[in-house]
């Protein structure tokens, strides 16, 4: 039986790659980007790394070492992100139809080649993307795609694999796997990892002959097939068609604490709208709907409150969701207290399609079929022509609790006003 081939194309520090697409000065230098309301690291440059700034450090606490060494440092611009990520998949969907989006910086795709020929193969892809987009990946190709995750991880610590490593032959895979440590392993999660390292599991060598019985009784079904998977048996097939959501979140922190309702349920209308656009790109509703408010956790007396209410009929239109959501907020709002975050959680999600008629609630198909065509020519006016062209009157015209962005690039590819200017 012929075995798939498999690549995870990965890009290199992509949020910084995106960054520097336009700023071509900041080549080889020091360049970080922030998360929300610029608060920790979440992208760093290898020469970021090389000074032993971590994952996730909290901004505030290394003023010295910024200006220490000149770090660029840029507030997340996550439009410009998704449209360099977009792009990148269609310069893949030149190569091949067998494509899974795994996530903003990753993707999984088959390859329909002889295997000697993969190798040169990825390289083209490889320098296609470089060329055409302006953003480095790494390529790992393998029998299985937890074995293209190892591949891509040595790539990237190893330059003279310039990019791409194959594990294709496979009699000599264990040398590679001697060097990635387990908890580095794709599926080995942080409390995972403790308790292979106390069984002497310490790489990923070592857990390709571990017992497999004792994983699988520890690490239920999906610890039993990643160490089947490294040794090329595969059992994590290609995802080409994303699986529904089974619940959708949105939220995010303040810009700064507030005590004004009006002002958070401007914030809460925004998530909402988020969310709810979400649910409808899946072609669902939902019967559920949460909403939480907190205070800052950082501050002294602490009021975290959630609240969930069945909604009366499942619905995906944004005014409905707003209107519950907000009544949900009047609840747990309590006046003396400074809040720095709400946000709205979706759960109950179904396909439209498989929404059980409801004889004692006959208003959902006529609701759902008036308010179907309004949200679909909303969305398409909001893709062609920028997020919140048309928005909920909840939202408003300025949101006072928006995200602290000092630091953020322009939209270069998405926004006509901030478009890059080229000057003779």
């Known amino acids: 039986m012929k075995k798939n081939i498999y690549a995870l194309i990965d890009c290199d520090n992509f949020y910084v790659s995106c960054e520097r697409i336009f700023r071509p000065d900041l080549k080889n230098k020091p360049v970080a980007v922030l998360s929300n309301n610029d608060g920790c690291i979440i992208s760093r440059s290898n020469e970021v790394k090389a000074l032993g700034i971590q994952m996730g450090t909290p901004y505030f606490k290394i003023p010295e070492l910024i200006k220490e060494h000149n770090i660029q440092i840029f507030s997340s611009n996550y439009s410009l992100y998704a449209d360099i990520s977009n792009r990148i998949n269609k310069i893949l969907e030149q190569y091949t139809p067998n494509i899974e989006i795994y996530s903003i910086d990753e993707a999984f795709i088959t390859l329909s080649i002889p295997k000697d020929k993969c190798t040169q193969y990825c390289k083209e892809i490889r320098e296609k993307i470089l060329q055409g987009i302006g953003v480095p990946v790494t390529i790992g190709i393998a029998y299985t795609k937890t074995l293209t995750k190892v591949a891509s991880k040595i790539a990237k610590k190893q330059k003279g694999y310039k990019g791409v490593l194959s594990l294709l032959d496979t009699e000599n895979n264990d040398k590679y796997l001697d060097i990635v440590e387990v908890e580095d392993i794709w599926g080995v999660g942080r409390q995972y990892s403790k308790w292979l390292h106390s069984m002497g599991i310490h790489t990923a060598k070592d857990l390709k002959y571990s017992d497999r019985n004792k994983i699988r009784s520890k690490m239920t079904v999906q610890g039993y097939r990643t160490v089947l998977e490294l040794n090329n048996v595969e059992c994590i097939s290609l995802d080409q068609i994303p699986s529904i959501k089974k619940n959708i979140c949105s939220s995010k922190a303040f810009g700064k604490r507030t005590k004004s309702l009006e002002e958070i349920k401007k914030s809460l209308a925004i998530d909402v709208a988020r969310a709810a656009e979400k649910l409808r790109k899946q072609n669902c509703v939902t019967g559920i709907i949460s909403v939480f408010l907190t205070t800052d956790p950082f501050k002294p007396n602490l009021y975290s409150k959630s609240v969930a209410i069945k ?31 709400t946000g709205v959680f979706l759960t109950d999600i179904r396909p439209i399609d498989n929404v059980q008629l409801d004889l004692i609630n006959p208003y959902f198909i006529p609701h759902h079929e008036k308010t179907d065509k309004i949200m679909r020519a909303i969305d398409g006016i909001n893709r062609e022509w920028g997020r919140d062209t048309v928005r909920s009157a909840s939202i408003g015209i300025d949101n006072e609790l928006k995200m602290r962005q000092e630091r953020k690039s322009p939209r270069y590819t998405t926004k006509w006003d901030e478009l890059l200017v080229a000057k003779v």
Do not use: G
Not at 331 to 338: G, H, L, N, P, Q
């Open 311 to 341: 909604l009366p009929f499942p619905v995906s239109d944004t005014a409905t969701l707003t209107k519950f959501a907000i009544q949900v907020l009047k609840k747990i709002f309590i006046k003396s207290f400074e809040y720095k975050k």
